[in-house]
Nanobody, 124 residues
Framework: QEELVESGGGLVQAGGSLRLSCAAS???????ITWFRQAPEKEREFVAA????????YYADSVKGRFTISRDNAENTVYLQMNSLKPDDTAVYYC??????????????????WGRGAQVTVSP
């Protein structure tokens, strides 16, 4: 049974750091992995993506320079290191596997697998 499970969320003060993990059961090493987030009463938005081999990485402008995505295929895990967190980063964070594209959302993307989400709350 293939699934993705996020962990590492929590409550942190502004300026702090958290590291999210996206652990895969099943073989996801051939898929790009993307992080999305959704804040209350807002639409889901792209955060970051990493190609299947880690060679290409993509970031939303709002997190560029603060967040770093990485993956360890030996551990079947993708990480999102979040530094200099802001209250606007408060959201539920989801990881998803793009079984057809690069991970950056385009018309070619096909996000077939999703985790259940991890809450990140940043206090002022």
């Amino acid at each position: 049974q293939e699934e993705l499970v996020e962990s590492g969320g929590g409550l942190v003060q502004a300026g702090g750091s958290l590291r999210l993990s996206c652990a895969a059961s099943g073989d996801f090493t051939r898929y790009a992995i993307t992080w999305f987030r959704q804040a209350p009463e807002k639409e889901r938005e792209f955060v970051a993506a990493v190609s299947w081999n880690g060679g290409s990485k993509y970031y939303a402008d709002s997190v560029k320079g603060r967040f770093t995505i990485s993956r360890d295929n030996a551990e079947n895990t993708v990480y999102l290191q979040m530094n200099s967190l802001k209250p606007d980063d408060t959201a539920v964070y989801y990881c998803a596997a793009d079984t057809r594209g690069s991970g950056y959302p385009t018309m070619e993307s096909k996000f077939d697998y999703w985790g259940r989400g991890a809450q990140v709350t940043v206090s002022p």
